[in-house]
């Protein structure tokens, strides 16, 4: 733990304080104080030096302690394990050609959980590897979840995040469904906004793409007989993307897999663990094989329903009507897919979640995928048993588009957030 040994209050004021102190032998300047963060610039060149998320209660001294003396010496507890070296500015790098691979950045969050205990308060680290027990729950036996969210740059510089504590809830389910304890939604919110404030000079400028959270959750505790780990680790790393698919927003062919199947009644293709995704990679290498972009699903009791894309939900369009499978245990409830449900019924559509028999794909007009990496993707070509479906022309249908521009104007802060799903951070 770091700590500070000179500390002089230059003024409160109702967003925070600002203060000199002397840290590591050069004089920095606190320039914001608030909401769990305390932010050190260095006074010489403006670089930021420092990021420490805390709990005001234990961490930091209360209100009494702001207005002692200038000249009290006071030790400050801080819960990041080094000090930053980073600059606010944008990071270095071309983000015109960022694509959906990993961009190592600055910072990682952890925070870790006993099996009969409760996560306690977690810290930002360097970003890099973890040490990993050999018999730890999650290489074991994959005990292991992960949620992604974005957030996304405004014209303004400040951030927006999308629906967050809808993350932070499915991986409370998630984590129920696999025996393992889960962070609060307070706890995940919190964790999240700390990452990528830590992280702020890899959020791209608006319209170059997003920051890609990942959090995940696992069971990192050592067990050798088949039983739920004795310890929990919450991890959050980021990465800047761009588009999730090759084609970029053009249509992306899919293929209907016959033969293996992507989750089971009573299995967990509902939630998000990391088991459903080993999966799905021979059959989505296969499909890559042939040139397409991706498999999409069926029910393995019919073989005849529509399930889901290996990442994404699935949407039919037929006149007015849009249709998508319904949620009943198999497929996973994606967030985006809830979201583009709303927006298309404000405008409008009448959408229908309930079985939608592969037959439909023959007469649909416009076929799209939903999800947080893949946004609103529309679908050029489905091949089924070897005939393929094709839809439009070879551009992105007109519902397809309709929906996909609201949708992203909420994310990115260009259109009135009316349902209050985007949370800002300065
Ligand atoms: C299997 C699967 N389906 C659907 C989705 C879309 O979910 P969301 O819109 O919450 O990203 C994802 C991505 O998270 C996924 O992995």
Redesign the pocket.
């Known amino acids: 733990m770091m700590h500070f040994e000179k500390y002089h209050i230059d003024e409160v004021h109702s967003s925070g304080i600002q203060a000199l102190m002397e840290f590591g032998g050069c004089s920095s300047f606190v320039v914001s104080w608030g909401k769990g963060h305390l932010y050190i610039v260095n006074s010489n060149n403006l670089r930021l030096y420092a990021l420490y998320t805390f709990y005001l209660k234990d961490h930091f001294p209360i209100a009494s302690q702001i207005v002692l003396p200038s000249t009290s010496p006071l030790r400050l507890y801080a819960t990041v394990s080094d000090a930053y070296s980073q600059t606010l500015e944008l990071a270095d790098i071309d983000w015109d050609s960022i694509g959906f691979g990993l961009q190592p950045t600055d910072y990682m969050y952890v925070m870790k959980c006993p099996l009969d205990g409760s996560f306690s308060k977690g810290e930002l680290q360097r970003f890099g590897n973890i040490e990993l027990n050999p018999s730890s729950g999650i290489l074991n036996y994959g005990q292991g979840l992960f949620e992604?969210l974005k957030a996304y740059r405004k014209e303004d510089g400040n951030i927006l995040l999308f629906r967050p504590e809808e993350n932070a809830l499915r991986m409370k389910i998630g984590a129920e469904r696999m025996c393992m304890p889960a962070p609060t939604v307070e706890q995940f919110l919190e964790a999240v906004k700390a990452t990528v404030l830590a992280n702020k000079r890899w959020v791209p400028p608006p319209g170059k793409g997003s920051l890609y959270i990942r959090p995940l959750l696992m069971g990192t505790g050592p067990v050798l007989g088949l039983a739920p780990a004795p310890e929990y680790t919450f991890l959050i790393y980021v990465s800047p993307v761009g588009n999730y698919f090759k084609e970029g927003l053009a249509p992306i062919n899919l293929v209907v897999e016959n033969e293996l199947h992507r989750a089971t009644p009573g299995g967990t293709g509902s939630v998000?663990t990391i088991g459903?995704y080993a999966a799905v990679l021979k059959a989505q290498a296969a499909a890559k094989a042939k040139g397409y972009s991706d498999v999409l699903y069926l029910d393995c009791v019919h073989k005849r329903y529509l399930e889901?894309v290996?990442?994404?939900?699935i949407f039919v369009i037929k006149g007015n009507v849009i249709s998508t499978p319904a949620i009943k245990g198999t497929?996973?409830p994606?967030?985006?897919?809830k979201s583009i449900i709303d927006v298309a019924r404000s405008q409008g559509f009448q959408v229908e979640e309930r079985l939608v028999s592969v037959d439909e794909l023959l007469d649909a007009d416009e076929v799209f995928c939903?999800?947080?990496?893949v946004v609103v993707s529309p679908v050029g070509s489905i091949t089924y048993l070897g005939k393929r479906i094709s839809y439009g022309d070879g551009g992105t249908g007109v519902v397809s588009q309709q929906l996909y521009n609201i949708l992203t104007k909420i994310q990115m802060g260009l259109l009135e957030d009316d349902k209050n799903w985007t949370v800002e951070l300065r």
């Open positions: 992604g998000k459903n889901e290996s990442s994404c939900n497929i996973l994606g967030i985006t897919r939903t999800g947080t990496a």
